[in-house]
């Protein structure tokens, strides 16, 4: 069973940038792809990027293309995401989560095991 951390939230201001972590334990961490989701209150909870297990593809909502990259370490058991020109909607919990399915994948239902998550709030 894998268990996921993610860290590196906080607050910054519009355009800036920030760096979360999801750090896995348990399992074998390059047998899994990785996701990031993100819920902002009183939404659903929606995709962000995804990597597969070796890091060799990754996928993107449109609405972070060209702002956020998602990479993965298997060394570290860590991915990342990376988040440039922040803007205030970009405000939610950022969660982490792991599928063990081949092929990319942006629905939630296909993520098997997911972090606690970590606040990232964006001001104007």
């Known amino acids: 069973q894998v268990q996921l951390v993610e860290s590196g939230g906080g607050l910054v201001q519009a355009g800036g940038s920030l760096r979360v972590s999801c750090t896995a334990s348990?399992?074998?961490?390059?047998?899994?792809?990785v996701g990031w989701f993100r819920q902002a209150p009183g939404k659903e909870r929606e995709f962000v990027a995804t990597?597969?297990?070796?890091?060799?593809?990754?996928s993107y909502a449109d609405f972070v293309k060209g702002r956020f990259a998602i990479s993965r370490d298997n060394a570290k058991n860590t991915v990342y995401l990376q988040m440039n020109s922040l803007k205030p909607e970009d405000t939610a919990v950022y969660y982490c989560a792991s599928s063990r399915l081949t092929y990319i994948t942006t629905m939630t239902r296909d993520y098997n095991y997911w972090g606690q998550g970590t606040q990232v709030t964006v001001s104007s």
């Open positions: 348990g399992g074998t961490f390059s047998s899994v792809a």
């Open positions: 990597v597969t297990r070796s890091g060799g593809r990754t």
